[in-house]
């Protein structure tokens, strides 16, 4: 089972851990810059961070937006813990957060080779293909309102 923690900023325990995750997965695995990836938002946006037996495997990390709507950003899972559903565990746990907070829609810039895990969880694609760091993305929407019996 994991446990997810979320934290607001960059001054606590928590945050150390999401930054490992983030740097392995984009800067190590996937070639995106640390300029890119470190882009100095940390400070004011809350990390989710999940630990199964202690240890780190998963994160993201969520952004305030205008208009009640809130951008999921920085979804990564360590390799070794890939396709056990942490991501999903910890999307659904946003979801809910945002929901409880009175966001009415969460937004994301998904990697093309991710839309699939989004849509099953019932974002929907809302633009083109476009280059992130060099990588395909697409942005996707979910609707907090419509869909708040279905989260769990």
Do not use: C, W
């Not at 945050?15 to 800067?27: C, E, G, H, N």
């Not at 929901?99 to 991710?114: C, K």
């Amino acid at each position: 089972m994991m446990e997810i923690k979320s934290v607001i900023g960059t001054e606590n325990p928590v945050y150390p851990d999401a930054i490992a995750i983030r740097r392995t997965v984009f800067i190590g695995e996937q070639g995106v810059s640390e300029a890119l990836e470190l882009d100095g938002q940390d400070e004011d946006v809350k990390h989710y961070v999940g630990y199964v037996d202690g240890q780190a495997v998963a994160t993201a990390r969520i952004k305030p937006l205008f208009n009640q709507r809130v951008k999921i950003q920085r979804v990564a899972t360590l390799k070794a813990a890939r396709h056990h559903g942490y991501n999903t565990q910890i999307i659904k746990r946003i979801l809910s957060d945002a929901q409880d907070e009175g966001f009415l829609e969460a937004v994301l810039d998904a990697q093309e080779t991710a839309l699939g895990f989004y849509q099953k969880m019932g974002f929907v694609i809302t633009s083109e293909p476009f280059l992130e760091a060099n990588i395909k993305h697409r942005k996707m929407t979910y609707n907090l309102v419509q869909k708040k019996e279905s989260i769990d």
